[in-house]
């Protein structure tokens, strides 16, 4: 079955530097990629998703790029507020009948002021 | 819209009770999702149901069982609970194939 893997754990950055969080994935039939912003105690919500037909995508200061050959994508977060502080799961699915979301373990991201 | 509901909040129980949380979705969305959360171990996937009338094992089914009961609820189940199963359960649901998933509030299950 799938395995995603997440880099780093934690993440330590300064208020307008930029975050990179890595994730891998085992499986080539994964053809969606969604990631997620938990803050402490509340539901993950859904901050921005990659399918496979598309090696990048942005929303404002996020971005996320895919490498399909490499089995590898990556969430960036350009000019970081204290806000943006949260644990940040990376996800894959194939996207067939079971639709199933498989998580990576998760990034605490730290935004120091 | 609600979106989807989680009962109960908290819970503590003694290790060999059972109990049933309870999961519910307004949106229509034909599968459902049973997520457990422990520190550094991510969202694991307990149980899903992909359709109304079909569930199957996810990541760490055991001790665990479920209902779709219709295609707004999805419960689960714990027949005789254990320490290792004290985690934060999450209920998500989805309408399919590139759409965004969906996660309940959670419930704070402690076992004694």
């Known amino acids: 079955g799938e395995n995603v893997e997440q880099h780093p754990s934690t993440l330590s950055v300064q208020e307008g530097d930029s975050a990179v969080i890595k994730c891998t994935y085992s499986?080539?039939?994964?053809?969606?990629f969604p990631w997620y912003k938990q803050e402490l105690g509340k539901r993950p919500q859904l901050i921005i998703d990659?399918?496979?037909?598309?090696g990048e995508k942005k929303d404002q200061r996020i971005a996320v790029t895919l490498n399909k050959t490499a089995k590898h994508f990556s969430l960036h977060i350009t000019e970081t507020q204290p806000e943006d502080s949260a644990v940040y799961f990376c996800?894959?699915?194939?996207?067939?009948?079971?639709?199933?979301?498989?998580f990576g373990t998760g990034t605490l991201l730290a935004v120091q002021p | 819209n609600a979106g989807v509901t989680q009962t109960p909040k908290f819970q503590v129980l003694k290790t060999g009770q059972s109990m049933t949380l309870q999961c519910a979705q307004d949106?229509?969305?034909?599968?459902m999702y049973w997520y457990r959360q422990d520190p550094g171990m991510g969202l694991r996937l307990i149980y899903y149901?992909?359709?109304?009338?079909?569930?199957d094992k996810g990541e760490v089914p055991n001790g665990y069982n479920v209902s779709r009961l219709n295609k707004r609820e999805f419960s689960l189940r714990l027949e005789s609970a254990a320490p290792s199963q004290t985690s934060v359960y999450f209920c998500?649901?989805?309408?399919?194939?590139?759409?965004?998933?969906?996660f309940g509030p959670g419930t704070r299950l402690t076992v004694l």
């Open positions: 990659i399918r496979s037909n598309v």
């Open positions: 996800a894959a699915s194939d996207g067939g009948a079971t639709n199933k979301l498989i």
């Open positions: 949106m229509n969305h034909n599968s």
């Open positions: 149901s992909a359709s109304e009338g079909t569930t």
């Open positions: 998500a649901s989805r309408a399919g194939g590139w759409n965004e998933q969906f």
């Open positions: 499986d080539s039939a994964s053809n969606y």
